[in-house]
């Protein structure tokens, strides 16, 4: 499946990844432009391979890959790219001994940013962009977990780059974090394209102007949150008692039935949610 738009930031074409025997991205076509494009589908369906490449940690086996119009497979090329790039791998890793402040700092020199005054008027804006005025002077193995994410998310939006790339960045995050989370994409989006994968599709439809469903290394679903809720029209609804016959069936907190799948006849048929649309094609791609 290929989708064309006019001013892309990420252009891919029969992208292909391997690991031994199992192939990870097959033949992945896609093109993203700016805003917040969310990576839906379960573990192994091959999310994290495809942002390690488009965070040109990972090479492609085949197929071609243009980031913000350049080619990472050409070392200089590859190079300008990170520059412009921000990547918040799914599991970080951390120096503990460094402070947040410090840690920041030394990732902005890895990205050649040169000028002190600069590096640090930055790190104090992105480590306040994810709230952590108080905190940006504590050792990383003094933070929880959910803290140490967002000194990793700082890292990645040094230097407002025009291509973020996030792996699960909601990973750790109270309520009111993931708020703030979605305050900094939106923020971000304004004038780059964000990438986030994510099993959460609250943050899906909250946050994203288009999302992709990925199943065994494919792109199976293209659309708006919308148009993927839509998927599931008349496929839902609510009874007292559980349906056998459903796909999926669970209790609700008002004690009724919610159901997906053929209503019978006469059922109270509701309005789907992205949830909904989600386990429909998940489940299509599972028995093809």
């Known amino acids: 499946m290929t989708v064309t738009t006019a001013a892309s930031a990420m252009r891919a074409e029969g992208l292909t990844k391997s690991f031994g025997a199992t192939r990870a991205v097959d033949h992945l076509s ?3 432009s700016p805003g917040v494009v969310g990576l839906l589908g379960p573990n192994g369906a091959g999310k994290t391979t495809l942002l390690r490449m488009l965070a040109t940690v990972l090479a492609p086996d085949d197929g071609s890959l243009t980031l913000l119009g350049r080619d990472p497979s050409r070392p200089a090329e590859r190079l300008e790219i990170r520059r412009r790039l921000g990547y918040l791998p ?29 590096r640090r008027e930055e790190c104090r804006r992105v480590l306040e962009a994810v709230g952590l005025s108080d905190a940006m ?31 699960e960045p909601a990973t750790g995050l109270d ?15 304004a004038s780059a394209t964000v990438v986030l994968s994510t099993h959460n599709t609250a943050e899906v439809a909250a946050l994203c102007q288009e999302v992709y469903v990925v199943l065994h290394g494919q792109v199976r679903f293209r ?4 148009e993927l809720a839509a998927v599931a029209d008349g496929q839902v609804w609510v009874d007292d008692r559980e349906d056998s016959q459903a796909l999926r069936c669970w209790q609700t907190a008002d004690g ?18 992205l949830d909904d649309g989600y386990l429909l094609i998940a489940r299509e791609g599972r028995s093809s």
């Open 30 to 32: 896609l093109t993203l």
């Open 175 to 189: 309520p009111d974090q993931r708020l703030r989370l979605r305050s900094v994409l939106s923020r971000a989006a």
């Open 137 to 167: 002077h504590r050792k990383v193995k003094t933070l929880s977990g959910g803290t140490r994410q967002r000194v990793a998310l700082a890292t990645a939006l040094i230097g407002s780059p025009e291509l973020l790339v996030l792996d």
């Open 90 to 118: 799914q599991s970080p890793a951390l120096y503990p001994g460094f402070t947040a402040f410090d840690l920041v700092d030394y990732v902005a020199l890895l990205k050649e940013h040169t000028d002190a005054t600069w």
């Open 256 to 273: 009724t039935f919610r159901h997906l799948g053929v209503p019978p006849t006469g059922a109270e048929v509701i309005e789907p949610t």
């Open 223 to 226: 659309g708006t949150p919308a």
